[in-house]
């Protein structure tokens, strides 16, 4: 569909480096079509396979429905605090004595009525259970990774440089040895 030299169509290169295929596509239904501006294969992406990486170039074209469009303010409650006897019985006592006061007032608007019980419980929560605190990830990408990671490109360069068989089993063995490594520093960080 669209025009570009043969070396940016082939997406597969066989081990002997003389036989080149085009065998991956992008498939989309024909009434997003005209929304595809370029599709080529990409040599220099490093995808850890012996194929090559099929970019398309999409126009974006998305609506933005009203509940998207409404803000998450953020605030998650410590919900764990309620398993505690005591705290259980402060918030009830907390949330009975504001709904209390709420019922005197005389308030015939149903929004204004839903906004004051919000905010109750929303303040109550605060004050009785406070805020949870967000977890934090510990980056398992570290300077190691990254050595192998720059060990697995220059195998791939080399491969692609000199297909012969003497060098065919070397990427490979890079390879399993890279992803080896990071599942492994992945594992370990997880577990700590």
Known sequence: MFPHPNIHKYTWTSPDGKTYNHIEYILIDRRWHSSILDVRRFMGADCDTDHYLVVAEVRERLAVGKQAAQKFDGERFDLRKLNDLEVRKQYH???????????????????????????????????????QELKQHKPWFDVECLGFLDKRKQAKIQ??????????????????????????TKIGISEN
Do not use: C
Request: charged letters at 30%.
């Open 93 to 131: 006592i907390e949330i009975t004595n504001r709904f209390a006061a709420v019922e005197n007032l005389s308030d015939e608007d149903i929004n204004r009525a839903w906004e004051n019980i919000k905010e109750n419980i929303k303040t109550t929560a605060k004050e009785i259970l406070g805020l």
């Open 159 to 184: 491969w692609i440089h000199d297909p012969s068989q003497n060098t065919i089993y070397n990427p490979n063995n890079v390879r399993r040895e890279t992803s080896r490594n990071f599942m492994n």
